[in-house]
């Protein structure tokens, strides 16, 4: 688990990472937690977080590749777990204009058993 001093007190993700609020664990490692989302928005809904708090893209380093590299594998474990064979969508929201919720960088895993719509329509 991620130490206690790189966790915010006020975020619900760090929360799930302490256990303190339950949460639908399909995966868990030293660093990351893939979930699954308590509104999905597609048959299949995960979010994969770092233990670490990071709030956003905004505030990543070189320091944090490591890091983002396994948030994305386990994301990608996550997916397979659950039957995506056929693939699934990743997004990463950063921001107020980028539709960011949590303040606290997570990956959006979505699939299903059919083709999901398009991404955005203007």
Same mark, same amino acid.
Do not use: N, R
């Given at each position: 688990m991620a130490p206690q001093d790189e966790r915010d007190p006020n975020c619900i993700f760090c929360r799930i990472v #302490? /256990? =303190? *609020? !339950? #949460? /639908? *664990? %399909?995966? =868990?490692d030293d660093a990351v937690l893939v979930f699954h989302d308590i509104r999905p928005q597609a048959e299949v809904h995960l979010l994969a977080i770092p233990k670490r708090h990071i709030p956003s893209t905004k505030e990543l380093t070189e320091n944090d590749v490591t890091l983002i590299g396994q948030v994305m594998v386990a994301a990608t474990k996550a997916a397979l777990a659950l039957g995506l064979t =056929? +693939?699934?969508r990743t997004i990463i929201n950063t921001g107020a204009i980028g539709r960011q919720e949590v303040m606290h $960088? &997570? %990956? &959006? *895993? $979505? +699939? +299903?058993? /059919? !083709?999901l719509p398009a991404m955005i329509k203007w």
């Open positions: #302490a /256990k =303190e *609020i !339950p #949460a /639908k *664990i %399909v995966y =868990e =056929e +693939g699934w $960088l &997570h %990956v &959006h *895993i $979505l +699939g +299903g058993s /059919k !083709p």
